[in-house]
């Protein structure tokens, strides 16, 4: 079963402090009614020693757009950010390791959106250096919120309450993740991810109206295809495509590219030419042994150099 790790340290309020004194009271927004956004960052140990962010003004720019349609005051620059995030990942890093951080807002004062404070909270993790093996996913009977329900272009805590439902109603099958189709029964996205097919040779994904995300893997693996001459195109995908593709796979910051080897019982060719090859090219860019312009690596000051 996951466990949540619990590292020593937490950033909150602008300090480092240790664990079990990060927390929030019972009667804040954060509390009653879920008042938070957030982002996943990811850090991977680099071909010269140093641990780098992937993307971190996109997260700092995605992170602000998500607290003003929330209405959630968000006032760190983005050195103040990113200096949060090297100061926790600074603490905590170990060398062969490499390391996530949640960079959350949380709603700590005010009262149905009258005199809203936030605070920035940082916390960080470790993880393995090995790319996941392929998964097993399941179609969700639920469904991913509309743009005038929760907007799904908001990353808020609250949006990931139907993302769990759909993880617990796959688990029984066997299922490590579920694609959530949206509410006219066309593909949404994963649980925390995006979805990446292939028919034809060329890459398609639903664009954002179809209730994804605004995904910055999306446009990484987009810059990758584009250099490769792969064909990549945004329309809306149906859910019998799903069954009749050629690849598949799912793309975000902490699930990278991971490939589907079996969707609701139908068999997919793993390491297919197309994704097989945007995976391998992924990695490198992430691990700069072939850096891409469009990716954009930020070397941790407060980490010391892995030999
Ligand atoms: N959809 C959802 C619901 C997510 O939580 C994520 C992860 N942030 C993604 C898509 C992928 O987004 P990104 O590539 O920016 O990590």
Not at 42 to 58: E, H
Not at 225 to 232: E, K, R, V
Not at 259 to 283: C, D, H, W
């Amino acid at each position: 079963m996951a466990q949540l790790q619990r590292p020593e340290l937490v950033y909150v309020s602008g300090r480092l402090v240790p664990w079990e004194q990060a927390t929030l009271h019972v009667g804040c927004e954060a509390v009653t009614r879920g008042l938070s956004v957030f982002e996943g960052v990811k850090a991977y140990w680099n071909a010269d020693g140093t641990l780098r962010i992937a993307m971190p003004r996109q997260h700092y720019v995605r992170l602000q757009r998500s607290a003003k349609l929330l209405h959630i005051p968000f006032t760190a620059t983005y050195d103040e950010y990113f200096r949060a995030i090297d100061m926790v990942i600074g603490a905590l890093a170990k060398p062969d390791r490499d390391m996530w951080a949640r960079t959350t807002l949380f709603g700590v004062e005010g009262h149905w959106g009258e005199n809203t404070v936030a605070d920035l909270v940082v916390t960080a993790y470790h993880q393995g250096k090995t790319p996941s093996d392929p998964i097993k996913v399941g179609v969700s009977t639920w469904r991913r919120s509309s743009d005038v329900a929760l907007p799904p272009r908001i990353k808020t805590g609250s949006n990931y309450e139907v993302s769990r439902l759909a993880r617990i109603e796959g688990r029984p099958q066997g299922y490590e993740d579920m694609i959530l189709l949206n509410s006219s029964g066309r593909v949404a996205e994963a649980t925390a991810s995006c979805v990446l097919m292939v028919r034809n040779g060329a890459i398609i994904t639903p664009p954002a109206t179809e209730s994804a995300l605004e995904s910055i893997t999306l446009d990484l693996v987009e810059a990758l295809a584009g250099s490769m001459g792969i064909p990549f195109v945004r329309r809306p995908i149906d859910r019998t495509e799903l069954l009749i593709a050629d690849e598949l796979a799912i793309c975000g910051t902490l699930h990278e590219v991971t490939p589907i080897q079996n969707i609701a019982g139908t068999p997919m060719p793993v390491s297919g030419p197309v994704l097989g090859k945007i995976r391998e090219r992924y990695f490198e860019a992430m691990r700069g042994t072939q850096p891409h312009p469009a990716v954009e690596m930020v070397a941790l000051p407060s980490v010391k150099k892995a030999c």
